[in-house]
């Protein structure tokens, strides 16, 4: 028989959990601490459950930029870093976001 085993997503959901049931009581830097961590693993909470950004796709978007590959292709350059950026926002900040960049 085989064990559930919960997601890297549920175990991050569940110590964010603890720290917010555990953050109002404590006192200080220590409450300020644990809401720092809360935020912090919500990030990673978003990270996972969204689709993963390579850091090289931007690497090798930027090396074409600079030589001139994409000059005559600007709207779609554009609306890739506006992708881009929605997705990173979204992960850190969502609530930064415009209502229609908002994750549903």
């Known amino acids: 028989m085989?064990?559930?085993r919960p997601s890297t997503a549920?175990?991050?959901d569940v110590v964010a959990d603890f720290l917010k049931g555990i953050g109002p009581r404590l006192d200080?830097?220590?409450r300020y601490q644990a809401l720092v961590c809360t935020h912090i693993l919500a990030m990673v909470e978003r990270e996972?459950?969204?689709k993963p950004l390579a850091?090289?796709?931007e690497a090798a978007l930027a090396a074409a930029i600079r030589r001139g590959d994409r000059d005559g292709d600007w709207d779609a350059?554009?609306?890739h870093v506006l992708d881009r950026?929605?997705?990173r926002v979204a992960i850190?900040?969502?609530d930064h976001l415009a209502p229609e960049h908002r994750p549903s």
Do not use: S
């Open 55 to 57: 850091d090289e796709d």
């Open 92 to 94: 850190a900040k969502p």
């Open 85 to 87: 950026t929605i997705a």
């Open 28 to 30: 200080g830097g220590d």
């Open 48 to 50: 996972l459950r969204g």
């Open 77 to 79: 350059v554009f609306a």
């Open 10 to 12: 549920d175990l991050v």
């Open 2 to 4: 085989r064990h559930y």
